[in-house]
């Protein structure tokens, strides 16, 4: 155990001394002119309202898209991508910055392995999250999939264990290869709704939202095609099948969440141990002891002297 | 024009069994077929008769949502089974039979067998119930192609279908992916992107059944591609095909057919194969043994040392 928390102290060092290292945002300029202005003018939103850094958790199941979504956002090819491998077995911050705003993107192993949630996963993520404030939190999936079930379930409760349930007032839901020809019978925008219905009502009850939190806070979706067959428009913008210009699409959501009023989620030794069990119930002890005291143990000494003197004396005593 | 002809023995088993499902009734989707395909259809029909097959049972297995149903819709040309994008699909295994030029076709269609990362026992237990008495030719255990993961999942999944039917099931396996027309990930062509899918799966499937490697050398499981949207592309003779030319419904079947006629015997599914080795026959010959070595090297040294005991003990001044 202390080789690990060495290792993983040495870990969070190194990426604190990385995140001084901040790189400029160079991968803006692999994007097409006019999606470089949109996104250059959501950074200035967001330094307008005094918001100069923002930081992104990325999470999912494996084999989504999380990587490839990290890469597409950021525009280059930051965190290694493999169609058939497992992804890395721990968490990467990616770090830009861009006139005076940084951009932090984290992104994390999938939280699922052979049907069930893997608990290891999801401890290296939350000792690499210590002490980090998270603004927006990127649920992803894929769109292209056919059914929701408990694991989805799990995964989401699995989260909110982790980070409590406020992370969901600050998450997208974000859905993967989006550039898809739907089944037979169903257009495009009847599956998309459909499906974001099904994965949205698995979150809420994840998540244990009550209906007027679903209200408040309804978790927005984004569409991505990571692929680079992706169609793209005359201004050579990667566009989704409904026309919508998607990277700038995404960045807009993020902004959106990104300025709620709410502050982001500090993550803190405190939420990551969750509530201590011990707590529980710590009011009722004094009270008990002297329900004890009143109600059990005075009586029953008061029927033990009782038992004695009326205890008849034997003739040898 | 419909023709439904009662065979003897299909009416007997319908009294005996009114759980059988529909009857075998003309296999009219066959027309709805482009002539090409047909035509290959036929011949391999044809082929099956010369074997003096006259009949084909084909079991349908997998997860849920990979497109079982559909592919099962594809290959009979009629929708003969529901299919519904988002719910779950048939909660209970459903069998379609079809008749052609005394040909009888039965395809078993399942419920998926994994429900929230777990395999579902029970279904698996309705699947087993339903194929009691009825004789397997080929089992198509389906998945999607357009996966990127293969997990300890899908092992679970082999393992419980070996436990459930045994190993011999998996000599007529063939592996069939569906939403074969994708588009591969970058760096990929749609030939890397298929063997690599394949390989990663089939090796799963070989580690869950559990094969010596001599087995998986002399039968290695085919792989099958299959896309059962309508946006399907075509080839000049209307027939629907996959990225790479081929026409897959007369592709399918052929492997079927291979599959179906090949050394392997059909696997009938009676109570013995279904409740698996009886696990009070196992080491059955050691009891005697057993009993043999307590009787000398135990039983009669324990009496000689009591007798011993009794020799050696001084008597008491009361005796």
């Not at chain 1, 992370?167 to 898809?180: E, M, S």
């Not at chain 1, 009011?283 to 029927?303: G, K, N, T």
């Not at chain 2, 043999?292 to 009591?306: L, T």
């Amino acid at each position: 155990m202390r080789l690990q928390e060495l290792i993983s102290f040495g870990n969070n060092w190194e990426v604190s001394m990385a995140s001084q290292f901040i790189r400029e945002w160079s991968g803006i300029q692999q994007f097409p002119l006019a999606t470089q202005d949109k996104l250059l003018e959501l950074l200035g939103r967001l330094k307008e309202k005094k918001k100069d850094r923002l930081m992104i958790l990325v999470m999912g199941k494996g084999g989504v898209g999380k990587s490839s979504t990290v890469n597409s956002i950021i525009g280059e090819r930051e965190v290694t991508v493999s169609a058939f491998q497992s992804e890395a077995p721990r968490p990467t911050m990616v770090s830009w910055e861009r006139s005076g705003f940084t951009l932090n993107v984290i992104d994390t192993p999938g939280i699922v392995e052979g049907g069930y949630i893997n608990s290891q996963a999801l401890d290296i993520i939350k000792r690499f999250l210590l002490n980090k404030t998270i603004d927006v939190l990127l649920y992803v999936d894929r769109l292209h999939a056919y059914r929701v079930d408990s694991l989805d379930g799990k995964i989401v409760k699995a989260i909110s264990n982790s980070f409590g349930q406020e992370i969901w007032h600050r998450a997208i839901l974000v859905l993967t290869h989006a550039q898809l020809s739907p089944p037979d019978c169903l257009s495009y925008d009847e599956f998309l709704a459909r499906r974001s219905e099904a994965l949205l009502k698995v979150v809420h009850h994840g998540a244990r939202f009550k209906k007027k939190d679903i209200q408040k806070f309804s978790i927005l979706v984004g569409l991505v095609e990571n692929s680079s067959r992706c169609n793209k428009n005359e201004k050579d913008e990667k566009i989704l099948p409904n026309g919508t210009a998607w990277i700038p699409s995404i960045v807009e959501t993020i902004t959106k969440v990104a300025l709620t009023e709410s502050t982001g989620i500090m993550v803190d030794q405190k939420l990551i141990d969750g509530p201590n069990p011990n707590d529980r119930g710590k009011l009722f002890i004094p009270l008990i002891l002297a329900f004890q005291y009143f109600f059990v143990l005075q009586p029953l000494q008061r029927s033990i002297k009782n038992d004695v003197k009326n205890e008849v004396n034997s003739k040898w005593e | 024009m419909l023709t439904v002809r009662f065979r003897r023995s299909t009416l007997g088993r319908m009294r005996l069994s009114p759980k059988l499902g529909s009857m075998a009734r003309e296999w009219t989707g066959i027309q709805q077929f482009p002539l090409a395909t047909q035509t290959k259809l036929l011949e391999l029909l044809g082929k099956l008769k010369e074997k003096e097959r006259d009949s084909l049972t084909i079991l349908v297995m997998g997860k849920g949502g990979v497109g079982k149903s559909s592919t099962v819709n594809s290959i009979l040309g009629e929708r003969a089974v529901a299919v519904s994008a988002f719910q779950s699909d048939v909660p209970r295994p459903v069998m379609v039979s079809r008749e052609r030029s005394g040909f009888t076709l039965n395809i078993i269609d399942t419920p998926g067998i994994v429900e929230g990362g777990y395999v579902n026992d029970q279904a698996l237990d309705l699947i087993k119930r339903f194929l009691l008495n009825k004789t397997i030719d080929v089992l198509l255990y389906v998945d999607r192609l357009d996966a990127y993961r293969v997990d300890n999942l899908d092992r679970q999944i082999v393992k419980a279908i070996t436990e459930s039917f045994g190993k011999e099931m998996w000599h007529k396996g063939v592996v069939v992916l569906t939403h074969a027309q994708l588009t591969p990930p970058d760096c990929l062509s749609y030939d890397e992107f298929f063997a690599r899918r394949s390989e990663a799966l089939l090796k799963v499937v070989n580690s869950g059944v559990r094969f010596k490697k001599r087995e998986i050398k002399g039968h290695s499981i085919p792989v099958v591609l299959v896309e059962n949207s309508s946006r399907c592309n075509k080839n000049d003779s209307d027939e629907k095909i996959l990225p790479n030319g081929t026409a897959w419904i007369p592709s399918i079947v052929e492997t079927i057919t291979k599959v179906a006629t090949n050394e392997s015997k059909s696997i009938l599914v009676d109570q013995k194969l279904i409740d698996g080795p009886n696990a009070n026959d196992r080491g059955k010959l050691f009891i005697p043994l057993i009993l043999a070595f307590q009787y000398f090297f135990v039983v009669k040294r324990v009496q000689n040392w009591i007798a011993d005991d009794i020799k050696k003990e001084p008597k008491s001044p009361w005796e």
